[in-house]
């Protein structure tokens, strides 16, 4: 068995553990060795080509995809992406059975800390639930019924192979540091007494955020009734107590002006033109006067993003199952945040950070960099 970061990680046998591996050496191949060929090719070849010919590659992107699918190699290139992805879902899911009730029987611990609220009548919004988003089977609102914890434990297993470490290894809480960090760096002096994580999923974020404001009472939501099961008993494991509920966040239940501090982290691509505005009037309305919302996402705007980019942005919304991926890029947020009410609003991209330092230099910038390195920022005050 491997060494697990928390009491509620699925643990892996040696076989498993090998499986997994194998994922990751495929997932690295495919994203280091193969796909910069096709980003050489796209950026430094053909954009100058066409733009010897008077063309722009970067608004053709979606013919020049359709010239990509037509070579061999690079249908060989997606298929095998998103066998790798679909492997590791299959492999992480088989795991996780084999030792499911032990993970619910640990997660119904009625002295672990923080709470869960599920709703049984609860509908997740259509973009979440029409599409199992990056392939997972179920989608994020799978449910089983009272005690199922499958989706979190699958959820939280799988993380770390597919973001392949780079969020911090198992426990996936690099872009949680990071928010406190655009916290610290954007409003110095600030310290939340009430906090809400939109989007938790399982608390990767929502964790390591409220281990820097330890007096706070800490709230997440999301759509998914296993997840969160699964995120309040891993949160307890790792020694915080958080408040999890199952709730839309276009349309909480939370009373007016109940938070300080509103976030999402990676949510906004997976979610839609209509909802984006909602989830910030809804921000807005839950924040009392001199409240700050601060949502991370993925570091690519679409305006600056070169032909390859946009094609493989093309990818991930046909082939991963991330139907708003180009959508929320080209979105322009900062004035759906400004139309929201906020006052006081930057976008900008903010170093990834491990740990989260309020005495550090303020390093957000203008700058972009690659995802992983950077993340996309985006804050403002309610007045
Ligand atoms: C990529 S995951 C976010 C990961 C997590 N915030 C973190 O940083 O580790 C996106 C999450 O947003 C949730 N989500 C998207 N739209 C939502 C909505 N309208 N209400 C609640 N949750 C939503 C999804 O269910 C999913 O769990």
């Not at 970067?58 to 679909?86: D, H, I, M, N």
């Not at 969020?167 to 690099?174: F, K, P, Y």
């Not at 199952?246 to 349309?251: F, L, S």
């Not at 550090?360 to 972009?368: G, I, Q, Y």
Request: charged residues 25%.
């Amino acid at each position: 068995m491997s060494a697990t970061p928390h009491a509620m990680m699925p643990e892996a046998t040696h076989d498993e553990a090998a499986r997994f591996a194998h994922v990751v050496g495929l997932k690295n191949f495919l994203m280091r060795q193969l796909e910069p060929k096709w980003r050489s090719l796209v950026d430094e070849k053909l954009t100058p080509q066409l733009a010897a010919e008077g063309r722009d590659a970067k608004g053709e992107y979606r013919s020049l995809e359709r010239s990509l699918a037509r070579l061999g190699a690079y249908r060989t290139w997606q298929q095998l992406t998103v066998s790798a992805q679909e492997e590791m879902w299959r492999s992480v899911g088989e795991c996780v059975d084999r030792q499911l009730p032990e993970l619910e029987r640990r997660a119904s611990d009625p002295t672990a800390g923080g709470s869960v609220r599920t709703d049984p009548q609860f509908r997740p919004p259509r973009y979440l639930s029409t599409v199992d988003i990056h392939l997972m089977p179920g989608g994020y609102a799978d449910d089983r019924g009272e005690g199922d914890v499958r989706q979190g434990a699958v959820f939280d297993k799988a993380a770390a192979l597919y973001h392949m470490g780079r969020n911090g290894g198992e426990l996936n809480d690099v872009r949680g540091h990071t928010l406190v960090q655009h916290y610290f760096d954007r409003f110095p002096g600030m310290t939340p007494e009430r906090i809400l994580d939109m989007g938790c999923t399982v608390g990767h974020s929502t964790t390591a955020i409220a281990g820097y404001f330890p007096q706070a009472e800490v709230h997440g939501i999301d759509v998914g009734g296993a997840l969160l099961r699964y995120a309040r008993a891993r949160s307890a494991s790792l020694g915080a107590s958080i408040h999890y509920s199952q709730q839309n966040a276009e349309q909480t239940d939370f009373a007016d002006g109940s938070f300080d501090l509103v976030v999402s982290s990676a949510v906004l691509h997976e979610t839609s033109f209509k909802a984006l505005p909602r989830i910030m009037r809804e921000a807005h309305r839950l924040l009392r006067p001199g409240g700050v919302m601060m949502h991370l996402e993925v570091p690519l705007r679409f305006d600056t993003a070169s032909a390859w980019n946009r094609v493989r942005g093309l990818f991930e919304a046909l082939h991963n199952n991330e139907p708003f991926w180009i959508g929320a890029q080209q979105a322009d947020i900062a004035q759906t945040v400004r139309d929201a009410g906020f006052a006081d609003v930057a976008s900008g991209y903010q170093p990834a950070v491990r740990v989260a330092d309020r005495a550090a230099e303020p390093r957000f910038t203008s700058t972009p960099g690659p995802v992983h390195v950077v993340w996309y920022l985006l804050s403002g005050v309610k007045r």
